[in-house]
């Protein structure tokens, strides 16, 4: 057994939340889903309910309500269907349980009355088929059917027959693997199960899989325990992740202020009589964004009179102030310019996130939410807490759940800030501030393709920006990293151009950009939103409030990462239009189909020697002449002198190569793109190969040879490879949770300590897979030549449309900035 599942178990033994046995629910919380008519009305149906038992734990909110959406779209309308979850249950020794609900189910047949039959789910799974067809499988003379006798994550129960089996004593007191063994030992009480009914992982076929169980825990697409794994891709998470999406666009929520949870109702009962001295929150901040919001009519939910006191505010605004704890209903279902939220912490964590939904959803212009650290109940405080569902937030935990309420709202600006003992409060902000555009930052840096990159996105974005220069200096690898100000740079004053008003946005790529747009955050008191692009700029997501990374970078899956094929580019249709007429003459007198190679040079992975040049230049002459076109190549300031005359020598004279020259007024290089019919690239630069992608045209990619990796990099790569492993359980097959050398690998990555090396092989292959590459090597695809132009690859208008998102922009409304400014822009940025 690894350490890591060592401090797995002894967390379960020895939990903060509660004690082993005693506290906790006496019985699951129930859901009804009723039969109905077609007219949407409840009815009576004659058919018996269909009754699911779920074993789920604190952090599985996200799970638990996907769940449930899944049985609501696929359900017959015209039955009951009753979802009991099982959580927090009390009287269990659940010393050694590798997850909060592992003998729940042993405790159906006594929960569901020792009659009938019932359903068990795991929370970690979906139906994608009526459940009720699983309800109603003939079970012979079995006592419970599941895909084999030593897996029970999904089970049909007779609870008659298995309650003389699992006993509630048996259930509470015994191991998970003693009480199925106890089952094995009665024979025929187990029966075979479709394996439809449990596809776990991979095993899933689309079209036919009935259920789908996301078995793998640090690959589960919501990410319920971060503390816990490094979560990875999921090879099926889509199926989830879309789910998700589908619940959200439909406003389905399992609790509602109209429908709460047992654990609010009993927060809201207790709360009064625990005699807590809480004082009224200053009024300060409300005020302020009534003014800053022009704010006519203000919500305040004031948790057990932790809120501004009604007459500190002005009363020239229409107030309504909400107590939970005193009031039996609901606030109005009218919608308030401001609602401001106070004391919401003293709930349950499980609670928190349907009740920031169900707030948010009646602000039209903010949303501000106030945590104090000495409300939080006893167990952020590192002591155990009376309730099971109380457990440590941090304020990234509040920020996630608040961003995440608010962001169905287009037009909604959020605020959250958390009031510590001492010390100034953690403030952050996001979405959308006024009616007008955003402002934005771009950093420079001192490599002018991050810089493109940047600009890329923010060109793409449609706002205006400015480019802020931050000059760099080796000294400043040291400060940056060393000194509280990043700016206090003993060389000169690099602060010059980073002044108030700060910006709503700043856009970096690159890690020497990262303490500095820090900074600028924490001056801005939370109210700049950060974008970081690039692998090593990017490596640690939660750094920032969205980062920009390529696939083949392997850095660890993240709510906040946006995955790109390929790294953001400026080129777009517009500027090779403007491209063409600017250079009308490049190829005019070349045959068709005119190629156009593009060249670079060295780098640390690869080389281009003088012989490398010549079989290059020799293939691209073959490749030409077999297909009756032309050949022009285009190098870079990397392929230097040897290699660029090698490919001259090799291509004869009847070729021509435009070459690069650091005097050079103009660069036509776009001219270059828009008038190829084909395009060869060497596959040393990404930034080329994301450029060429850009274009649509046929591109045939040119692999340059390796070098062999420094110690580093071999290191690296190791550690990488070790990360993702996933062995198997021996028993069952499945993949075993993340643990041991994986999980600290996994972790060295995730923090950043680490750098996975770029599989540019992994590059290449997914161009290949999109259509819009091919191997060079084999002759010239006519046909595909002939095709024309694709859409090409346009990756910063994906990362744009979520920056937007972060923003509270969905689409780009209106702009103040035009082409001219955008080519100014770009210029000032080259």
Same mark, same amino acid.
């Given at each position: 057994?690894?350490?890591?599942?060592?401090?797995?178990?002894?967390?379960?033994?020895?939990?903060?939340?509660?004690?082993?046995?005693?506290?906790?629910?006496?019985?699951?919380?129930?859901?009804?889903?009723?039969?109905?008519?077609? %007219?949407?009305?409840?009815?009576?149906?004659?058919?018996?309910?269909?009754?699911?038992?779920?074993?789920?734990?604190?952090?599985? &909110?996200?799970?638990?309500?996907?769940?449930?959406?899944?049985?609501?779209?696929?359900?017959?309308?015209?039955?009951?269907?009753?979802?009991?979850?099982?959580?927090?249950?009390?009287?269990?020794?659940?010393?050694?349980?590798?997850?909060?609900?592992?003998?729940?189910?042993?405790?159906?047949?006594?929960?569901?009355?020792?009659?009938?039959?019932?359903?068990?789910?795991?929370?970690?799974?979906?139906?994608?088929?009526?459940?009720?067809?699983?309800?109603?499988?003939?079970?012979?003379?079995?006592?419970?059917?599941?895909?084999?006798?030593?897996?029970?994550?999904?089970?049909?129960?007779?609870?008659? !027959?298995?309650?003389?089996?699992?006993?509630?004593?048996?259930?509470?007191?015994?191991?998970?693997?003693?009480?199925?063994?106890?089952?094995?030992?009665?024979?025929?009480?187990?029966?075979?199960?479709?394996?439809?009914?449990?596809?776990?992982?991979?095993?899933?076929? +689309?079209?036919?899989?009935?259920?789908?169980?996301?078995?793998?825990?640090?690959?589960?697409?919501?990410?319920?325990?971060?503390?816990?794994?490094?979560?990875?891709?999921?090879?099926?998470?889509?199926?989830?992740?879309?789910?998700?999406?589908?619940?959200?666009?439909?406003?389905?929520?399992?609790?509602?202020?109209?429908?709460?949870?047992?654990?609010?109702?009993?927060?809201?009962?207790?709360?009064?009589?625990?005699?807590?001295?809480?004082?009224?929150?200053?009024?300060?901040?409300?005020?302020?964004?009534?003014?800053?919001?022009?704010?006519?009519?203000?919500?305040?939910?004031?948790?057990?009179?932790?809120?501004?006191?009604?007459?500190?505010?002005?009363?020239?605004?229409? &107030?309504?102030?909400?107590?939970?704890?005193?009031?039996?209903?609901?606030?109005?279902?009218?919608?308030?310019?401001?609602?401001?939220?106070?004391?919401?912490?003293?709930?349950?964590?499980?609670?928190?996130?349907?009740?920031?939904?169900?707030?948010?959803?009646?602000?039209?212009?903010?949303?501000?939410?106030?945590?104090?650290?000495?409300?939080?109940?006893?167990?952020?405080?590192?002591?155990?807490?009376?309730?099971?569902?109380?457990?440590?937030?941090?304020?990234?935990?509040?920020?996630?759940?608040?961003?995440?309420?608010?962001?169905?709202?287009?037009?909604?600006?959020?605020?959250?800030?958390?009031?510590?003992?001492?010390?100034?409060?953690?403030?952050?902000?996001?979405?959308?501030?006024?009616?007008?555009?955003?402002?934005?930052?771009?950093?420079?840096?001192?490599?002018?393709?991050?810089?493109?990159?940047?600009?890329?996105?923010?060109?793409?974005?449609?706002?205006?920006?400015?480019?802020?220069?931050?000059?760099?200096?080796?000294?400043?690898?040291?400060?940056?990293?060393?000194?509280?100000?990043?700016?206090?740079?003993?060389?000169?004053?690099?602060?010059?151009?980073?002044?108030?008003?700060?910006?709503?946005?700043?856009?970096?790529?690159?890690?020497?950009?990262?303490?500095?747009?820090?900074?600028?955050?924490?001056?801005?008191?939370?109210?700049?939103?950060?974008?970081?692009?690039?692998?090593?700029?990017?490596?640690?997501?939660?750094?920032?409030?969205?980062?920009?990374?390529?696939?083949?970078?392997?850095?660890?899956?993240?709510?906040?990462?946006?995955?790109?094929?390929?790294?953001?580019?400026?080129?777009?249709?517009?500027?090779?239009?403007?491209?063409?007429?600017?250079?009308?003459?490049?190829?005019?007198? $070349?045959?068709?189909?005119?190629?156009?190679?593009?060249?670079?040079?060295?780098?640390?992975?690869?080389?281009?020697?003088?012989?490398?040049?010549?079989?290059?230049?020799?293939?691209?002459?073959?490749?030409?002449?077999?297909?009756?076109?032309?050949?022009?190549?285009?190098?870079?300031?990397?392929?230097?002198?040897?290699?660029?005359?090698?490919?001259? $020598?090799?291509?004869?004279?009847?070729?021509?190569?435009?070459?690069?020259?650091?005097?050079?007024?103009?660069?036509?290089?776009?001219?270059?793109?828009?008038?190829?019919?084909?395009?060869?690239?060497?596959?040393?630069?990404?930034?080329?190969?994301?450029?060429?992608?850009?274009?649509?045209?046929?591109?045939?990619? &040119?692999?340059?040879?390796?070098?062999?990796?420094?110690?580093?990099?071999?290191?690296?790569?190791?550690?990488?490879?070790?990360?993702?492993?996933?062995?198997?359980?021996? !028993?069952?097959?499945?993949?075993?949770?993340?643990?041991?050398?994986?999980?600290?690998?996994?972790?060295?990555?995730?923090?950043?300590?680490?750098?996975?090396?770029?599989?540019?092989?992994?590059?290449?292959?997914?161009?290949?897979?999109?259509?819009?590459?091919?191997?060079?090597?084999?002759?010239?695809?006519?046909?595909?030549?002939? +095709?024309?132009?694709?859409?090409?690859?346009?990756?910063?208008?994906?990362?744009?449309?979520?920056?937007?998102?972060?923003?509270?922009?969905?689409?780009?409304?209106?702009?103040?900035?035009?082409?001219?400014?955008?080519?100014?822009? %770009?210029?000032?940025?080259?």
């Amino acid at each position: 057994m690894s350490l890591t599942s060592a401090a797995r178990i002894l967390a379960r033994t020895f939990p903060a939340s509660a004690t082993t046995l005693g506290e906790g629910r006496e019985a699951p919380q129930t859901i009804v889903l009723p039969a109905i008519d077609a %007219a949407g009305g409840e009815v009576a149906s004659t058919k018996p309910p269909v009754r699911i038992f779920v074993g789920s734990e604190a952090g599985q &909110y996200r799970a638990e309500r996907v769940f449930v959406w899944s049985i609501e779209r696929v359900r017959d309308r015209s039955r009951r269907y009753e979802i009991h979850l099982m959580k927090d249950l009390a009287g269990f020794d659940r010393r050694g349980w590798l997850t909060g609900f592992t003998n729940y189910r042993f405790l159906i047949p006594e929960l569901a009355g020792t009659s009938g039959r019932a359903i068990y789910n795991d929370v970690d799974q979906i139906y994608l088929a009526d459940p009720a067809q699983l309800f109603d499988t003939d079970m012979g003379d079995h006592g419970f059917l599941s895909i084999n006798d030593r897996d029970t994550s999904v089970m049909l129960i007779d609870c008659a !027959k298995m309650n003389r089996i699992w006993t509630p004593e048996r259930a509470k007191r015994w191991r998970r693997k003693r009480v199925e063994a106890k089952a094995r030992a009665h024979g025929g009480c187990w029966g075979r199960l479709d394996g439809h009914w449990n596809a776990r992982d991979t095993e899933y076929a +689309e079209g036919r899989s009935k259920l789908i169980h996301f078995t793998t825990i640090h690959t589960q697409p919501w990410r319920p325990f971060p503390q816990q794994y490094v979560y990875q891709h999921n090879p099926v998470g889509r199926v989830w992740e879309k789910l998700e999406r589908s619940a959200d666009e439909r406003g389905f929520a399992i609790f509602t202020l109209d429908e709460p949870s047992d654990s609010y109702l009993r927060a809201c009962a207790e709360l009064p009589s625990r005699g807590e001295a809480i004082a009224p929150e200053s009024a300060t901040g409300v005020a302020d964004l009534i003014r800053q919001n022009d704010a006519r009519t203000v919500l305040i939910v004031s948790v057990s009179g932790a809120g501004p006191s009604r007459e500190l505010l002005n009363g020239s605004v229409e &107030y309504e102030s909400w107590d939970p704890t005193t009031s039996t209903d609901g606030p109005s279902g009218q919608r308030y310019d401001l609602v401001a939220c106070f004391g919401l912490e003293l709930f349950d964590d499980e609670d928190i996130p349907w009740l920031l939904n169900d707030l948010s959803k009646r602000a039209s212009r903010c949303f501000y939410v106030v945590t104090r650290e000495s409300l939080y109940p006893v167990a952020r405080r590192g002591e155990r807490s009376r309730s099971p569902g109380r457990r440590r937030s941090t304020e990234q935990w509040w920020t996630d759940r608040v961003e995440n309420a608010s962001a169905h709202h287009e037009k909604l600006r959020w605020i959250f800030s958390e009031r510590p003992d001492d010390g100034a409060p953690y403030v952050i902000e996001g979405g959308r501030r006024t009616g007008a555009p955003p402002t934005v930052w771009i950093l420079t840096n001192h490599k002018p393709g991050h810089t493109t990159q940047s600009v890329g996105l923010a060109q793409a974005l449609g706002f205006p920006y400015e480019v802020r220069p931050v000059p760099f200096t080796w000294l400043s690898l040291i400060t940056d990293r060393l000194l509280d100000n990043p700016l206090a740079d003993p060389l000169g004053d690099r602060s010059s151009q980073l002044t108030p008003p700060w910006p709503d946005l700043v856009i970096a790529t690159g890690w020497h950009t990262v303490p500095v747009a820090r900074w600028i955050r924490r001056h801005s008191r939370g109210r700049t939103r950060l974008v970081q692009l690039g692998r090593k700029g990017g490596n640690v997501a939660d750094h920032f409030d969205a980062v920009v990374t390529c696939k083949h970078f392997r850095l660890p899956p993240h709510p906040r990462r946006i995955e790109t094929a390929a790294p953001l580019s400026q080129v777009t249709p517009e500027r090779l239009a403007d491209a063409a007429k600017r250079w009308p003459d490049l190829l005019d007198d $070349k045959p068709s189909p005119r190629i156009v190679a593009l060249v670079g040079g060295p780098t640390h992975q690869h080389s281009l020697p003088p012989e490398t040049a010549r079989d290059l230049g020799d293939k691209l002459r073959t490749f030409a002449q077999r297909s009756g076109g032309s050949i022009t190549v285009v190098n870079s300031r990397r392929t230097g002198d040897a290699a660029t005359q090698a490919i001259e $020598k090799a291509l004869g004279p009847n070729a021509h190569v435009h070459k690069w020259h650091p005097d050079a007024i103009e660069n036509p290089y776009l001219g270059y793109l828009a008038a190829a019919d084909v395009l060869v690239v060497t596959g040393d630069s990404e930034s080329m190969l994301a450029e060429a992608a850009a274009v649509g045209k046929p591109m045939y990619i &040119y692999a340059l040879p390796r070098k062999h990796r420094s110690p580093i990099e071999w290191l690296s790569e190791r550690i990488t490879r070790r990360a993702y492993s996933r062995p198997r359980k021996r !028993k069952k097959g499945t993949v075993r949770p993340q643990q041991g050398l994986e999980y600290v690998c996994a972790r060295l990555l995730e923090r950043g300590i680490i750098n996975p090396p770029r599989d540019l092989n992994a590059f290449y292959e997914g161009l290949y897979e999109l259509g819009l590459a091919r191997p060079f090597g084999d002759d010239l695809d006519t046909k595909w030549v002939s +095709e024309g132009r694709s859409g090409g690859l346009h990756e910063a208008d994906r990362a744009a449309r979520e920056v937007r998102r972060l923003l509270g922009w969905t689409s780009v409304e209106s702009t103040s900035q035009t082409d001219d400014d955008t080519r100014k822009h %770009a210029a000032t940025a080259s």
